[in-house]
Every structure is written in C-alpha cells, then in structure tokens.
C-alpha cells in the first residue's frame, strides 16, 4: 500500500528531515510510526499525503509512484487519503455535518447521498446528533473526532493521522486511538504517527520507530516490493 | 457527478456566496459602490451624448438650402426650375416662397412695415426652399447639392449654413472617442477593483482554501465561490449604477425640457432605455467575473497546505 525507498527530504531551510528513509506498509495494515518530535514522521505522513515531494527517492501509494504525478492529478490522489491532523484543520464557520460532508461535495456526490454518508460517518466517531453543532461548542476530543469522521466519510482505502492524540488527555486519546483500530478492523489501511509509545502498546501493531531522519527498528519493512 | 448534481452545487455555491456578502454589507457595498461609481461616469457621459445627438437631429432643417433665384427670371423659369429640382434624387421637397410672400412675411415679421412702403420695388427675389432627402442630408451630401445647384441658370445664391453642423458632428466625434477611452479605462478599473475585493477574500480565507485543498478540492473547485461572489459584486454595481445614472437624468429632465422649449423644441431628455440598463448589468458581471477570475487564479494556486 505505502513504500518508501530511499526518501531524503531536505526543506527550503537546510533542515534535512528524512536521510534515506525505507519502509514497506500492507494493504489493511495499522502501522504506528513513532519517535521523538523532529525524528521525520510528519514528514513521511506530508509525503503520503503529496503535501510535500521528497528530494530524493521514491514514495509509492497505492501502487503508484507518487514522484511522476502532475499537479493537476493531485486532487484526485487526495480524495482516496483521509488525513487527521493534529489541529483538527476544521471550519470553524460551518456547522459539523457541512465539515464532514466537505469531501464529498468535493468528490460532487449527490445531496441525499451525502446526508446519509455524513450521519453514518458521524455515528461511526459517537457524533450523532452533533451536526448542527458548530465546531467551537464541542470539546478538543469531540473536535477530533469530527476531523476522523471527515477523514473517513469518503470511505478512503488509506487513513493517517499525525499526532491525533496530541491534545487529549489519555482516557481520551486511547478512545480516539480504540476509533483507529476499528477502521482497520475494516480493512482500512491506517498509519498514525504519535510520540506516546506507552498509548499504542496495547494495540500491539506493527511499530516503525524514527529518529534523526531514519528508521531505527528492524521490523520496518526492507523497502523492497510490497 | 450527474448534470442535475452539478446545477445543484453550483446554486448552492451561488446562495452560500451571497450569504457571505449579507453577512458582510458593508464591506461589499464599498466594492459595489465603487463599481457603480466607475461604471456610472462614462454611462453619464454616454447619456449626455446620446442626447446631444438626437437634439441636434431635430435640427435637421437647417440642412434647408436657400436658393435664390435672380430676379430677371420669370415666373415660368422658376416653376422649371422647381421642376427640374424636384427631379433629383437627392432632393425630398421643394417650396417656392415668391417674392410678394417673401415681402409680406418680412412685413409681418420684421416690424418695419411703415419703411418698406418706402420702397417702390420688392427688393426680395423668389426663393426656392431646397430639402434634400434624409441620405443626402449629410455635410456631405448637401455639399454636393449646392454645388449642383449653384451652377445652375437662374440661381443667383445657394445659402447653406452647415458649417456649425459640421463642427458640432466633430466634436460629438471627439467626446464620442473620450467617452469610449473613459469607459476602458473605468472599465479596466472594476476589473482591478473586483479583483483586489476577492484577493482580500482570499486571503481572509486561507485556511479554509487549504483544508479544502487537503481534502482532494481541485484549484476550479476552491475557486469557484469567489467567482460567484465576484458576480455578485458586478451584479449589485451595475444595478447601483443605473440607479445612479437613472437619477442624475430624471434631476435633469425638467430643466431640459424647459431649455428646449425656449428654443420651441419637442425635445426630450432620453434616460437609460431598457437594453442599454441590460447591457450595462451584463457588462458589470462580466468586467467582476474577470476580475475574480484573474485573482482567484492567481491567488488560490499558491494556496498549498503545510
């Protein structure tokens, strides 16, 4: 589903964030990447994400290579990702059933369709009945919670999330953590990168660890074809 | 997407955009206000134009040539002469005015009845009062027929004052030409002036620009409820435009009406008539639709997320 090969990423600023970095993720895999904050997993969900290009190296998604994609053939790559970010990313003007419903009017799914999808997607996070709530009424866990539902409506193959649980305390963010599990239980690929390697353990999931740019554990995968 | 889809979301692109333009009035009406203002100016112009030309159409008659006819002629001569001059093609009517007439209508009119008793012979000459057809009555055209006239027999003076209708016509010609130049220029300005509203927008608007871009939005998609609201904001200045242009004429009406009729003119002052309000609502969306077009273009392409 995911592979790396080879991947520097070396920003505008000098700041080299990946230095080869080579790893393999299967289809309906749940992959944690974790390491101290700087050690590149932002960097590898923006590359998975084609939020960023690496400098050198190749990122493979979904059998394609992501490096020969054109501008124009990026939106649509997208649609096929869901992404959690830590901040949430919501629209604070719209109500919560027109954030989670974004994607699909994106993606020019008919209304009725997409009433159905957005209360399905919000039943799946524990929200129904929030959808004309406003984001700013809801707690930070809530708020999360919405930008998964907005992550999944589209039923996307590929879900990542970077740091979701960065703001939670933990009863909470093993909950938002229980939501990933069950996504990939349904055959959703799911990468999440987190620092907190106590709150993953008991999923027991394969674990890509990075620091200073590069894969530190042996059960990353070699790179090689998936 | 299915084409009934399609129409759906973009209605509801169009209502959420003017949504946000209520939410905001003031905001959008100094935009609108400035669009009507930029567009009012050469459509004032243009009216006052417009009339200026159809007040010295009624002037028509002065293309009337005046040929005097010497006065050794005599009466059979000048009913030949009238004759032959009916004939031409480029002649609508002609009326003799004889000499007696002539006498009695300078009596009457002049007030020097008493003193011309004086004069023991009608100093005045038969008059053949010359109307080319409506073709003919150009600078031109006329030109041409009292040049024609002037070498025939019998005529003693062709009098044709058309020199004022020519510079009157240059001179229309001039402020024709300004107008136009101001119209692109002002017109250039509602382009800039949209255009600058829906970069402000977009700016405003970055990090909803860029979720929406996470979340698989084409650039055409992100961009497309800033077309609309550019439309709005030609939409709402067009229509303050022609109310603004529709006032300044129904000020002037009156007063017009009062000018003319001390020259014993029918004259009327011609508003905006119902096409040209039209063109001028579309011309106001499509100078704002480019606007927003080149500023949503521009601007919303180098929105990325980080």
Redesign the interface.
């Known amino acids: 589903m995911i592979r790396f090969d080879q991947v520097h990423k070396r920003y505008p600023n000098g700041r080299e964030a990946l230095a080869g970095v080579s790893f393999n993720i299967g289809q309906g895999e749940l992959a944690f990447l974790t390491g101290h904050s700087g050690a590149g997993k932002s960097s590898i969900l923006k590359l998975i994400?084609l939020?960023e290009r690496p400098t050198r190296g190749q990122v493979f998604v979904n059998g394609k290579n992501t490096s020969g994609m054109r501008p124009r053939a990026i939106?649509?790559?997208?649609?096929g990702v869901g992404?959690v970010f830590q901040d949430h990313?919501?629209?604070h003007d719209r109500p919560v059933a027109d954030n989670v419903a974004?994607?699909l009017?994106?993606?020019?799914?008919?209304?009725r369709e997409i009433d159905k999808r957005v209360r399905a997607a919000l039943d799946q996070v524990g929200l129904l009945g929030k959808e004309k709530s406003r984001p700013l009424e809801l707690s930070t866990g809530e708020q999360q919670r919405v930008g998964i539902a907005?992550a999944v409506v589209?039923k996307p193959a590929l879900l990542i999330a970077d740091e979701p649980t960065g703001n939670l305390d933990p009863e909470l963010a093993l909950e938002i953590m229980k939501l990933f599990k069950r996504f990939n239980e349904v055959g959703v690929t799911v990468v999440v990168a987190t620092h907190d390697v106590h709150l993953i353990e008991p999923f027991g999931a394969r674990r890509i660890v990075l620091g200073d740019g590069r894969v530190m554990n042996a059960d990353a995968g070699s790179g090689s074809a998936p | 997407m299915n084409v009934q889809a399609y129409f759906a979301r973009h209605a509801q692109t169009l209502v959420g955009s003017l949504g946000r333009i209520v939410n905001q009035p003031f905001a959008a009406l100094m935009t609108m206000g400035v669009v009507a203002v930029a567009l009012a100016v050469p459509l004032f112009l243009n009216l006052f134009l417009t009339n200026v030309r159809a007040a010295s159409g009624n002037w028509n008659d002065a293309f009337d040539l005046s040929v005097y006819i010497d006065k050794k002629a005599g009466p059979a001569r000048v009913q030949s002469l009238a004759k032959q001059l009916r004939a031409r093609g480029d002649v609508a009517a002609v009326r003799l005015i004889g000499a007696d007439e002539a006498m009695q209508e300078f009596r009457a009119d002049s007030g020097f009845g008493k003193a011309l008793d004086a004069l023991s012979d009608n100093p005045l000459p038969d008059t053949l009062v010359v109307t080319p057809t409506l073709t003919a009555s150009t600078p031109q055209g006329t030109d041409l027929l009292e040049r024609s006239i002037a070498a025939m027999p019998d005529v003693e003076v062709v009098q044709l004052d058309t020199e004022w209708v020519k510079r009157l016509s240059a001179m229309l010609d001039i402020l024709r030409r300004v107008v136009l130049l101001t119209a692109v220029l002002l017109g250039l300005g509602v382009v800039l002036i949209v255009g600058n509203t829906i970069r402000l927008d977009i700016l405003n608007r970055r990090a909803e620009i860029e979720v929406m871009k996470l979340v698989g939005a084409t650039d055409g998609f992100a961009r497309r409820p800033f077309l609309y609201s550019g439309i709005w904001y030609g939409l709402g200045g067009g229509i303050m435009a022609i109310i603004l242009v529709a006032a300044a004429a129904a000020v002037l009406a009156r007063p017009v009406d009062k000018l003319a009729k001390l020259y014993g003119s029918s004259f009327h002052l011609q508003g905006l008539g119902f096409a040209t309000a039209t063109a001028v609502l579309a011309g106001a969306v499509g100078l704002a639709w480019l606007g927003s077009w080149f500023a949503a273009t521009r601007h919303i392409r180098g929105i990325e997320p980080t």
């Open positions: 994400a939020i939106p649509q790559f997208r649609r992404v990313k919501l629209l974004l994607p009017v994106i993606a020019g799914v008919p209304r907005r589209a």
